[in-house]
């Protein structure tokens, strides 16, 4: 999902990747610890993370990782011609 952040730093394109599933929301977890991890590389080398947001209610699970909106994912250029060049996996 695509939008539009606005915060006293200024205005971002960002996309919210969902989770719904406890094996979805388990990954995003995981993958905002990379993010974490790789904090001194966002902006210029990887998107920047603006944050997880999650539930606690176990009757609509769901978790959210908000990231800056940087074009379509390498994946999806390839979708078309098949398998991904294993250089870029």
Known sequence: MRGTLSSS???FDVVAKLG???DTID???KELA???KLRHLQGDCIPKCFGY???LSEERAFGCLILEYCG???RSI???QGEIPFALR
């Open 27 to 29: 990954a995003l977890r």
């Open 53 to 55: 947001f999650f539930s």
């Open 9 to 11: 730093r200024g205005t």
């Open 20 to 22: 719904t599933t406890p």
């Open 34 to 36: 990379f993010y974490l």
């Open 72 to 74: 379509k994912p390498i």
């Open 78 to 80: 390839y979708d078309n």
